[in-house]
């Protein structure tokens, strides 16, 4: 009896393993014998040639589908999770080392070291990640057709401001003027995201290292402010440059700067704050259709000791009343 159950089992497995081979063979018969009529028999040694040939580029087909194929260990992990932790790392060195700085002195240097100083640059362009540090915008934004681009200077030893200046102004009914390029740097980050400003307190002029075609140019600095009123509020003075090959050096004492909102003079002049400095500029408006270009070489601030102006504009209580309390 053991005997007998042993082969009753050994016949339903074999069964069992045998249907889905059982159910292909008879596809491959049917699929065969419709051939078959379709087709004259071969002679037994072209079938066999056939058959190898046949499974050859089968084989071929299946290499080559398994090629297309890309493995799952080759695809890049993406992780979120880790993404936020490494980010978060990266804050919290920054802010200690923003501390241990703040304990040693401004910008992490000694603060003789610092007092002493007379000249300082604060924006160089050697390398192309200096210019991220800068956004260039046009006209575009309101329609206009003014082009800017801003690219590495020769050799890698300044920026270059150039493009295409258009006073046309924009088909939208709204807009009565238009031609205006800018430069503009980017505001300083810290840890989190914090906004951070220069203080170029201890200097009382601008100092830049530039040639030019001969335009003039505003250069205009904000101040560091969170109120949103103030957002079109800046300081600005001219530059003009005198074209040809030759580099000039621009030296503008900040005294001279004057207030402007949303691009107009205001009658109430007040001093820049020099300690909360956020951003500084340039741009183009003088109505002058066609290319233009200006390569800066580095920005920086120096003291000049013949200097000794404070304030180059008047005031007086009816205009500025605020002053004469």
Same mark, same amino acid.
């Given at each position: 009896?053991?005997?007998?159950? !042993?082969?009753?089992?050994?016949?339903?497995?074999? %069964?069992?393993? +045998?249907?889905?081979?059982?159910?292909?063979?008879?596809?491959?018969?049917?699929?065969?014998?419709?051939?078959?009529?379709? &087709?004259?028999?071969?002679?037994?040694?072209?079938?066999?040639?056939?058959?190898?040939?046949? /499974?050859?580029?089968?084989? $071929? $087909?299946? #290499?080559?589908?398994? *090629?297309?194929?890309?493995?799952?260990?080759?695809?890049?992990?993406?992780?979120?999770?880790?993404?936020? &932790?490494?980010?978060?790392?990266?804050?919290?060195? #920054?802010?200690?080392?923003?501390?241990?700085? $703040?304990?040693?002195?401004?910008?992490?240097?000694?603060?003789?070291?610092?007092?002493?100083?007379?000249?300082?640059?604060?924006?160089?362009?050697?390398? &192309?990640?200096?210019?991220?540090?800068?956004?260039?915008?046009?006209? !575009?934004?309101?329609? /206009?057709?003014?082009?800017?681009?801003?690219?590495?200077?020769?050799?890698?030893?300044?920026?270059? +401001?150039?493009?295409?200046?258009?006073?046309?102004?924009?088909?939208? =009914?709204?807009?009565?003027?238009?031609?205006?390029?800018?430069?503009?740097?980017?505001?300083?980050?810290?840890?989190?995201? %914090?906004? #951070?400003?220069?203080?170029?307190?201890?200097?009382?002029?601008?100092?830049?290292?530039?040639? =030019?075609? /001969?335009?003039?140019?505003?250069?205009?600095?904000?101040?560091?402010?969170?109120?949103?009123? %103030? &957002?079109?509020?800046?300081?600005?003075?001219?530059?003009?440059? #005198?074209? =040809?090959?030759?580099?000039?050096?621009?030296?503008?004492?900040?005294?001279?700067?004057?207030?402007?909102?949303?691009?107009?003079?205001?009658?109430?002049?007040?001093?820049? +704050?020099?300690?909360?400095?956020?951003?500084? =500029?340039?741009?183009?408006?003088?109505?002058?259709? /066609?290319?233009?270009?200006?390569?800066?070489?580095?920005?920086?601030?120096?003291?000049?000791?013949?200097?000794?102006?404070?304030?180059?504009?008047?005031?007086?209580?009816?205009?500025?009343?605020? *002053?004469? !309390?």
């Amino acid at each position: 009896m053991a005997l007998i159950h !042993k082969l009753l089992n050994g016949t339903y497995i074999l %069964r069992k393993c +045998l249907e889905p081979s059982v159910a292909s063979l008879s596809t491959r018969f049917a699929d065969y014998c419709s051939s078959s009529l379709q &087709k004259p028999l071969a002679t037994p040694g072209k079938a066999s040639s056939q058959r190898n040939s046949e /499974g050859g580029l089968q084989g $071929h $087909h299946q #290499r080559e589908v398994a *090629l297309d194929i890309t493995s799952p260990e080759e695809k890049p992990e993406v992780s979120f999770d880790k993404a936020i &932790k490494d980010e978060i790392k990266d804050h919290f060195r #920054r802010l200690k080392d923003d501390i241990v700085n $703040h304990w040693i002195g401004p910008e992490g240097r000694p603060l003789q070291e610092v007092l002493l100083e007379q000249a300082k640059v604060v924006w160089q362009f050697r390398r &192309k990640e200096d210019l991220d540090k800068w956004i260039v915008t046009s006209d !575009k934004t309101i329609g /206009g057709r003014s082009e800017v681009f801003l690219k590495m200077g020769k050799n890698n030893q300044s920026a270059l +401001l150039y493009g295409t200046l258009s006073s046309v102004a924009p088909q939208d =009914g709204e807009s009565g003027r238009s031609g205006y390029c800018a430069m503009i740097s980017r505001i300083p980050r810290g840890p989190f995201e %914090r906004k #951070r400003s220069y203080d170029w307190s201890q200097f009382n002029t601008l100092y830049l290292r530039v040639r =030019g075609d /001969g335009r003039p140019w505003m250069v205009n600095i904000r101040e560091d402010t969170d109120i949103i009123q %103030r &957002k079109n509020q800046m300081y600005s003075y001219f530059m003009f440059t #005198r074209g =040809g090959p030759y580099w000039q050096e621009v030296k503008i004492p900040f005294s001279k700067f004057f207030f402007s909102n949303q691009g107009r003079i205001r009658d109430a002049q007040y001093q820049l +704050l020099l300690d909360k400095i956020s951003s500084i =500029g340039f741009t183009l408006a003088d109505k002058v259709d /066609g290319p233009f270009f200006l390569e800066i070489d580095f920005i920086g601030v120096f003291t000049d000791p013949a200097h000794t102006e404070e304030f180059a504009y008047e005031n007086s209580p009816v205009l500025n009343p605020r *002053l004469f !309390k």
